[in-house]
């Protein structure tokens, strides 16, 4: 897979904060990322969402990043505020939303 490792370098990440992401082995990644094995096509699923990317960008088969990943670099910080998202179940996820939405809000009135 020719830009997982493009993809982590630029978002600033470690390997290991990816592999506890996704729940995948570092070494695994690592594998994948220098091109001595091939990642199942679940797994290229997960990094195509946690980079926010396409699967035709990840295997090279793009040469442009998607529009949402083009228009926007996120922080580490943004990308730990998804991860935890993902992680939350469907209350969490609620709750994180409508939380979201109050401070939204609150910034737009000034309070």
Do not use: H
């Amino acid at each position: 897979m020719f830009r997982l490792k493009e993809l982590r370098l630029e978002c600033g990440l470690k390997r290991s904060k990816v592999a506890a992401d996704l729940k995948i082995n570092a070494g695994t990644i690592a594998n994948y990322e220098n091109g001595i094995r091939q990642a199942p096509y679940d797994y290229l699923i997960k990094f195509a969402d946690y980079y926010g990317v396409s699967l035709d960008y990840i295997l090279g088969r793009e040469n442009y990043e998607t529009p949402v990943r083009a228009a926007q670099t996120l922080s580490a910080a943004e990308m730990q505020l998804i991860a935890d998202y993902r992680k939350s179940g469907q209350l969490g996820k609620s709750r994180i939303a409508e939380y979201a939405q109050l401070w939204a809000e609150r910034s737009q009135t000034g309070t």
